[in-house]
Nanobody, 119 residues
Framework: QVQLVESGGGLVQPGGSLRLSCAAS????????RGWYRQAPGKQRELVAA???????NYADSVKGRFTISRDNAKNTIYLQMNSLKPEDTAVYYC?????????????WGQGTQVTVSS
């Protein structure tokens, strides 16, 4: 079992920045994939950014150049730095982790954190 705890969401104005954090605990030895997904009202959950144990990264086209995924292995934590936020970035952001290949979602999810971009 892997437990994931997210933090860092909130309300921000367009053009602003936020940093999300996701701390993992439990059977972390089995994790080779960690990612951030988001789900806006009435839409399907989508990949935002992901990182593998080898350091490879993948980003949605809509966030390339604005968002950066990173990790701190000592803290078992990944981060999502979100800059130049737009209203269309408004969603619940979920942390994902586990064993996965080909950028598919892994088996463990966090509880989600709300990000609202509005003036």
């Amino acid at each position: 079992q892997v437990q994931l705890v997210e933090s860092g969401g909130g309300l921000v104005q367009p053009g602003g920045s936020l940093r999300l954090s996701c701390a993992a605990s439990g059977s972390i030895f089995m994790i080779n994939y960690r990612g951030w997904y988001r789900q806006a009202p009435g839409k399907q959950r989508e990949l935002v950014a992901a990182i593998t144990s080898g350091g490879g990264t993948n980003y949605a086209d809509s966030v390339k150049g604005r968002f950066t995924i990173s990790r701190d292995n000592a803290k078992n934590t990944i981060y999502l730095q979100m800059n130049s936020l737009k209203p269309e970035d408004t969603a619940v952001y979920y942390c994902n982790a586990g064993r996965s290949y080909n950028w598919r979602p892994a088996g463990y999810w966090g509880q989600g954190t709300q990000v609202t971009v509005s003036s």
